[in-house]
Nanobody, 127 residues
Framework: QVQLVESGGGLVQPGGSLRLSCAAS????????IGWFRQAPGKEREGVSC????????HYAEAVKGRFTISRDNAKKMVYLQMNNLKPEDTAVYYC????????????????????WGQGTQVTVSS
């Protein structure tokens, strides 16, 4: 039932790095955009990064720009989020999501645009 599976979360000290993985092999339908979102307790789900798989265009939230990098492996149907120089403010449950957008050249930034979601992986940045 779960179409996307995230992994790679964990506990890391400030300044450390993690690489999150999103496996899309179970998706029953075609998709051309993958997004990473996060949600901290008491906060709304916010966009972190996304990638359009056709044009390989990417987007990053201002808070993570320069620190996070999204990439994909088409053969393995995997999308990654490399997170460097992690900060306590990055602590959240991280989700990957997918959607098909006909004719789209850029990935949508809003979580409302995505209809396939993973279960989430916890990232905790603390000393």
């Amino acid at each position: 039932q779960v179409q996307l599976v995230e992994s790679g979360g964990g506990l890391v000290q400030p300044g450390g790095s993690l690489r999150l993985s999103c496996a899309a092999s179970k998706l029953p339908l075609s998709y051309n955009n993958i997004g990473w979102f996060r949600q901290a307790p008491g906060k709304e789900r916010e966009g972190v990064s996304c990638i359009n798989l056709n044009y390989i265009t990417t987007h990053y939230a201002e808070a993570v720009k320069g620190r996070f990098t999204i990439s994909r492996d088409n053969a393995k149907k995997m999308v990654y989020l490399q997170m460097n120089n992690l900060k306590p403010e990055d602590t959240a449950v991280y989700y990957c999501a997918a959607v098909w957008v006909p004719g789209g050249s850029e990935c949508p930034h809003s979580n409302h645009a995505y209809n396939y979601w993973g279960q989430g992986t916890q990232v905790t940045v603390s000393s």
